[in-house]
């Protein structure tokens, strides 16, 4: 049992180089765009935390008074004793959000995309986007469906697996508003289109464009002004929310029917008081402080735009916090990534498995933490990098 970990030598290679880039301890001054690592203080280019609330003194009120008045869990799954009134302020207030008639809040983000696994069975089909989270595949597995994986946003090939699937199997597309690694937004009114000629239902995870993408923070749907398309949404309170927890909405009878099939939530410790709290008072921010995101995706069109000046290819796509950087292979990826480290910015090294082999990237992200001052320190670092 133990010996294949004995055996695993994979990021040896990486260590012996000291380019070994994960499980860094980070000291986070909550929010500022600068985190210690190591000692040395460096601007935070990697953070999902793209409004920077999680260190926003509201939403850490908010959160400290929940736990002086509920403590710091629940004692219980929410179909059990786990259920408080936060839990069910803060469904309604998502499903209103987000145009939909209920809200299913959840531990976390993946328990989200996992529990959507109670809708599946052996003889229906999900047809899920090449880039789409790892939780969203696993739900796919769990729930026995069959699992068609179109390539990334390639609707041609969306078109050709619908045209050869079973029209009488219950059918799903699952696609991301906006993709995690390569920071770009999925061709909704293509999808859109093709869901409704084929008479198929439509799940978008919304992990991270919830609160950046679209006039008043909804999310893809919203800025192509296509929400009342999307069937299913998940979320992830682990972005743009700043916190922790996660939620399915979507129509009441398919909400009613997860609330009691699906296992990520019958059989997990519900989301503490100070997580669902802190959603609340994100949520109200969202709402009321358009522009956060604005800064943010000014921030992101500029360091795109200035990135390819200095002559890196494929840089983008500079319309979302998310900026990829293509590098290619994993270990310069890795090197790249230390390197950026030693100029004093922290980026992510995407490797395989969450890319696809040979397609490495560096991962950059733009906060409403960021000032001018971060965006020019990280343009520094890649002019060193590139020199
Ligand atoms: N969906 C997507 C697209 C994600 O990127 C993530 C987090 N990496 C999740 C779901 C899971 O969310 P959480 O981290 O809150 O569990």
Redesign the pocket.
């Known amino acids: 049992m133990f010996a294949k970990c004995r055996d695993w030598r994979l990021m040896d290679e990486a260590v012996a180089m000291g380019v070994y880039p994960y499980y860094r301890p980070i000291e986070m001054p909550a929010g500022a765009g600068e985190v210690v690592v190591g000692g040395r203080r460096v601007v935070m280019a990697g953070s999902s935390d793209y409004l920077a609330l999680s260190g926003d003194a509201r939403v850490r009120a908010a959160a400290v008074a929940a736990i002086e008045r509920l403590g710091v869990g629940t004692g219980g799954s929410r179909l059990t004793n786990g259920t408080l009134a936060l839990h069910e302020e803060l469904e309604g207030r998502l499903a209103r959000f987000l145009g939909h008639e209920a809200a299913m809040v959840v531990t976390?983000?993946?328990?989200?995309?996992l529990a959507l696994s109670a809708l599946f069975g052996p003889a229906d089909e999900v047809l899920a986007d090449g880039h789409?989270?790892a939780?969203?595949i696993d739900a796919a597995r769990q729930g026995r469906a069959r699992l068609r994986r179109f390539r990334h946003n390639d609707l041609g090939h969306l078109a050709r697996l619908l045209e050869r699937g079973q029209a009488d199997a219950g059918r799903l597309v699952l696609s991301?508003g906006l993709f995690?690694a390569t920071g770009d937004v999925c061709d909704l009114p293509g999808i859109v289109k093709l869901a409704e000629r084929h008479r198929v239902r439509l799940c978008l995870?919304i992990?991270?464009d919830v609160g950046v993408l679209g006039a008043g923070g909804r999310g893809a749907a919203e800025r192509f002004g296509l929400q009342s398309a999307v069937d299913v949404y998940?979320v992830?309170?682990?972005?743009g929310l700043g916190g922790?927890?996660?939620a399915i909405t979507g129509p009441e009878p398919v909400i009613n029917y997860l609330r009691h099939h699906a296992r990520a939530m019958l059989f997990s410790t519900s989301l503490p008081p100070a997580s669902a709290a802190a959603a609340l008072a994100g949520l109200g921010i969202i709402e009321a402080e358009p522009e956060r995101r604005r800064r943010v995706l000014a921030h992101a069109a500029r360091l795109s735009t200035e990135l390819a000046a200095l002559g890196l290819a494929g840089v983008g796509p500079g319309d979302t916090p998310i900026i990829a950087v293509p590098v290619g292979d994993a270990v310069r990826c890795m090197r790249l990534c230390s390197t950026l480290l030693d100029e004093g910015v922290f980026t992510l090294a995407m490797i395989p498995p969450s890319v696809p082999e040979g397609r490495s990237l560096i991962r950059l992200t733009v906060t409403a933490a960021h000032t001018d001052d971060h965006i020019d320190r990280i343009l520094d670092a890649f002019a060193v990098v590139c020199g």
């Open positions: 976390t983000g993946f328990q989200a995309n789409v989270h939780s969203l991301e995690s995870d992990a991270h998940t992830a309170f682990s972005k922790l927890g996660g």
